[in-house]
């Protein structure tokens, strides 16, 4: 009988071992999402004339709303997967450097981010918010990084007040995300095989969603065209 109970035993925990390596086998078995996105219409981009700060801001400021590369390509687009979690991501950091905002649109899982001054000039970092606490904070220019938080998936608009011109986006979303590069192209790697709802989003052209089907270990390719407002 004691024979019996330990061979059980034995035998309980190799399937145990197995159930365990299958289900990391499968967190493995992802695929990579390649999403292009396209726009038909003019760029957007306003220059001004800057007076404050020229020597670190320059003096001409390039305010890009919509930006449109080779081949039709929109950058700075949010491409999202709501339904893909994921390993959360190294925190996000913008940095104001040349009195922009660089990168210029960057994505986070609800958490903390970091605001940096590499600029050695006052910068100050108001957001324009609804589901997160709007932040609204000096950042002179020995105080060189600032941790803040954004908690709750939404896009948030960056600005400073004592530089007009800059502006920024930090898009807060629960899954995996991208950014279109300059050529419109935006890829997502380790997302789970299957149905996943894919999500656009671009500061000026609003939003758009898709379902795709992901294939295992493979690249699945979807595409999108955003409209002129
Ligand atoms: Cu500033």
Redesign the pocket.
């Known amino acids: 009988m004691r024979r019996t109970l330990v061979a059980f035993g034995a035998l309980a925990l190799v399937a145990g071992a197995a159930t365990w390596f299958v289900s990391i086998a499968g967190a493995q078995g992802g695929g990579t999402l390649e999403v292009e996105v396209k726009y038909n219409g003019a760029p957007q981009v306003e220059k001004l004339k800057v007076n404050k700060d020229t020597e670190k801001c320059g003096t001409e400021a390039t305010i890009e709303k919509v930006v449109v590369g080779g081949n039709k390509g929109l950058a700075n687009a949010v491409v999202s997967v709501p339904g893909a979690k994921g390993a959360t991501k190294a925190k996000a950091v913008v940095d104001?450097h040349g009195?922009k905002f660089v990168p210029h649109v960057v994505t986070m899982q609800p958490g903390e981010i970091e605001f940096k001054n590499s600029d050695d000039i006052l910068?100050?970092l108001h957001t324009y918010s609804t589901a997160n606490p709007s932040i609204n904070k000096a950042q002179p220019k020995f105080k060189k990084t600032m941790t803040e938080k954004l908690e709750k998936p939404e896009f948030v608009k960056i600005t400073?007040d004592?530089?007009s011109w800059?502006l920024g986006w930090v898009a807060v979303v629960p899954g995996l995300a991208g950014v279109t590069d300059k050529d419109g192209v935006a890829k997502i790697e380790g997302v789970p095989a299957g149905k996943q709802k894919v999500e656009v989003w671009h500061e000026t052209l609003g939003k758009q969603e898709k379902d795709v089907d992901v294939k295992a270990g493979g690249v699945t390719k979807v595409s999108f065209e955003m409209k002129g407002k």
Do not use: K
Request: net charge neutral; hydrophobic share 25%; proline share 0%.
């Open positions: 104001q009195c910068h100050n400073c004592v530089h800059m």
